[in-house]
């Protein structure tokens, strides 16, 4: 969770909410703290007398190597789809629907080839990380984002943890009284968020309600305008969080 000293270095970050950690970071400090715990028993189990100011340490702690980078696993993708997934997340301006032209992609891969481009993007839209449409005259079809390429890669990337930020908004949204129209520049106002972090989990609250209740379009900024929560929205959103906080 994050606290003072944390938000104090991270601006996105609030008191209170929960933060993305990495799991090297983790295990690297498991194993120094290991290493303090197995040199405490030693020095117990050998029954001297405890070490003053002027002794010299039974030995010097030296924290584990750093790991080598580890490639990351999602899903059933190949490395290129995965390094492509991280590059359109860390690129992106808004969060949602970005259109991904053709001549980016190849120059942001120069060592990958058109088909070697061309079957990543397939992975990645086979697992509605993307929409394209194809075209005859071209190896590569026309690319979109879809919602899931960012909850799937922002915790990766640093940008946010969408999973998290999801949760936050439904409760936002469940905490007025009745049922009403609720707007994108409310919800956005209200989270405190830049707009790059809002979007994720806002288009992810939204993929939760009935498309016929969802105001698409009339935002260039957001992925939905405004939506119509009725009761069995509020039930359904409830049930949400509550899954994702498991």
């Known amino acids: 969770m994050a606290d003072a000293g944390f938000a104090e270095h991270a601006r996105e970050a609030r008191l209170g909410e929960t933060v993305p950690l990495v799991g090297d970071d983790i295990l690297q400090f498991a194993e120094i703290c290991q290493l ?9 189990a050998g029954g001297v007398a405890p ?19 580890v490639v990351l696993k999602i899903g059933e993708l190949g490395p290129l789809a995965v390094r492509i997934g991280l ?52 190896r590569l079809p026309r690319i979109f984002t879809t919602t899931d390429l960012f909850i799937a890669f922002d915790p990766h990337t640093g940008k946010s943890n969408p999973e998290a930020d999801v949760v936050a908004l439904v409760d936002f949204a469940l905490g007025k009284s009745g049922t009403g129209i609720f707007g994108a520049e ?7 968020w830049p707009l790059r972090r809002f ?14 209740r969802v105001l698409q379009g009339g935002a260039d900024d957001y992925p939905a305008r405004d939506f119509l929560m009725t009761d069995s929205d509020r039930v359904a959103l409830q049930r949400f969080a509550a899954r994702l906080r498991r």
């Open 186 to 192: 409310e919800l956005h106002e209200a989270s405190g």
């Open 36 to 44: 303090v715990v197995d040199g405490i028993d030693a020095w117990l």
């Open 51 to 69: 070490p003053t100011a002027n002794d010299r340490p039974i030995g010097p702690l030296i924290a584990p190597a750093a790991k080598g980078s």
């Open 87 to 138: 590059w359109i997340s860390e690129q992106s301006e808004k969060g949602f629907d970005n259109f991904i032209p053709e001549h980016d992609l190849v120059e942001a891969f120069p060592a990958s080839s058109i088909d070697e481009l061309a079957f990543a993007v397939v992975e990645l839209e086979s697992d509605r990380y993307l929409k394209t449409n194809s075209f005859m005259s071209k």
């Open 199 to 212: 979007n994720p989990p806002f288009a992810y609250l939204v993929s939760q309600i009935d498309d016929r």
